[in-house]
């Protein structure tokens, strides 16, 4: 059965930090994203995190207004993948969610089959 469970979400002070951490089981994917999705927004995808067929790691965020701030991190050994976020600001409350795929994948919600259940940040 496969599950993708997330943790670490809740309430900081703009400037704050945040580490939201995704266990995953069932599977081994190959791809390991964290998405965000404000009120009333689309689902935007935050940071990539994969296993290339070497079996390296590499990992990138996304929007330039986390560049420096947000940090994406894959853990195999532990089948865990974290964000972690510093200087938090009030634009980035939002529900965080943890998403996973067998195949390699971008940016797009639509690549991935597997989503957590979402975490809840609000910055203020």
């Known amino acids: 059965h496969v599950q993708l469970v997330e943790s670490g979400g809740g309430s900081a002070l703009a400037g704050g930090s945040v580490r939201l951490s995704c266990a995953a089981s069932?599977?081994?994917?190959?791809?390991y994203s964290w998405f965000r999705q404000a009120p009333g927004q689309e689902r935007e995808a935050v940071g990539i995190?994969?296993?290339?067929?070497?079996?390296?790691?590499?990992?990138?965020t996304i929007p330039d207004s986390v560049k420096g701030r947000f940090t994406i991190s894959l853990d195999t050994s532990k089948s865990t993948l974290y964000l972690q976020m510093n200087s938090l600001e009030p634009e980035d409350t939002a529900m965080y969610y943890c998403?996973?795929?067998?195949?390699?994948?971008?940016?797009?919600?639509?690549?991935?089959?597997?989503w957590g259940q979402g975490t809840q940040v609000t910055v203020s």
């Open positions: 998403a996973a795929d067998r195949f390699s994948a971008g940016r797009n919600k639509y690549d991935y089959n597997y």
């Open positions: 995190a994969s296993i290339t067929s070497a079996g390296d790691r590499r990992s990138t």
């Open positions: 069932g599977y081994t994917f190959n791809t």
